[in-house]
């Protein structure tokens, strides 16, 4: 078992930054895909970047390529997301999650979730 909670979110202005965390406790030995995640009304949940736990390699959708990087302290077992550049495009839900069940880092297909941190940029 994991529990992942995100913290970080808010309002901020185009052009604006933000840095969500999310602090994983329960099983946060095992190497394991974690990621982001963010999702608006009415639409599922789309990946954003995710990192492997063991090389951390990373990966991101190309919407934030160049503007969002993922980081991970495994001695805090906390995952960060630095959002710069941020659009009103980005707003949305941000969700972090762990353990891919199968697919690639980007399908909506983790064991566990967060409950999710409000990101609104006004533009």
């Known amino acids: 078992q994991v529990q992942l909670v995100e913290s970080g979110g808010g309002s901020v202005q185009a052009g604006g930054s933000l840095r969500l965390s999310c602090a994983a406790s329960?099983?946060?030995?095992?190497?394991?895909?974690m990621a982001w995640f963010r999702q608006t009304p009415g639409k599922g949940r789309q990946a954003v970047a995710a990192i492997y736990t063991l090389g951390e390699s990373k990966y991101y959708t190309n919407s934030v390529k160049g503007r969002f990087t993922i980081t991970l302290y495994k001695t805090e077992n906390t995952m960060y997301l630095q959002m710069n550049s941020l659009k009103p495009e980005d707003t949305a839900m941000y969700y972090c999650?762990?353990?891919?069940?199968?697919?690639?880092?980007?399908?909506?297909?983790?064991?566990?979730y967060g409950q999710g941190t409000q990101v609104t940029v006004s533009s």
């Open positions: 999650a762990a353990h891919l069940r199968v697919g690639a880092w980007f399908a909506d297909n983790y064991n566990y």
């Open positions: 329960g099983d946060t030995e095992s190497d394991k895909w």
